[in-house]
């Protein structure tokens, strides 16, 4: 189980009045019961939700400079929000914050889109 408090993830729960529940939240806490692993979300919407470790999965992070500007994939070794791509980059001295909004940087959407063919080849 790699959730920790206060990370960002996304999921769903089926409940059998409603169906399947998505959700987006912050984790409140992370532990295992029966032989389960449970997460606690924190919804956006306010409610409180328990589901299994396998139907949560964390939110992508993007990053965008502070004095705005395109968004970026989030570099995962850095402690401090920066970008993934060179592009962005090269300057160290701007600073980034975190954002869910979408990629806009060709250089980003280039790096999905070669991840997408690569794991499509190892997966068949």
Do not use: W
């Not at 409180?48 to 705005?68: K, W």
């Amino acid at each position: 189980m790699n959730f920790t408090t206060g990370q960002r993830v996304t999921g769903h729960i089926t409940n059998p009045v409603a169906g399947r529940v998505e959700f987006t939240g912050t984790v409140s806490d992370a532990y295992r019961t029966g032989g389960k692993d449970i997460v606690n979300v924190t919804c956006d919407d306010g409610q409180e939700r328990s589901a299994i470790a396998e139907n949560v999965v964390p939110e992508e992070l993007h990053v965008t400079s502070i004095l705005g500007g395109k968004n970026h994939l989030a570099s995962g070794g850095s402690p401090a929000p920066f970008p993934l791509c060179g592009s962005a980059s090269r300057n160290t001295r701007t600073r980034f914050r975190n954002t869910a909004a979408p990629i806009d940087c060709q250089e980003c959407s280039g790096i999905l889109a070669r991840r997408a063919t690569r794991l499509a080849r190892e997966g068949a």
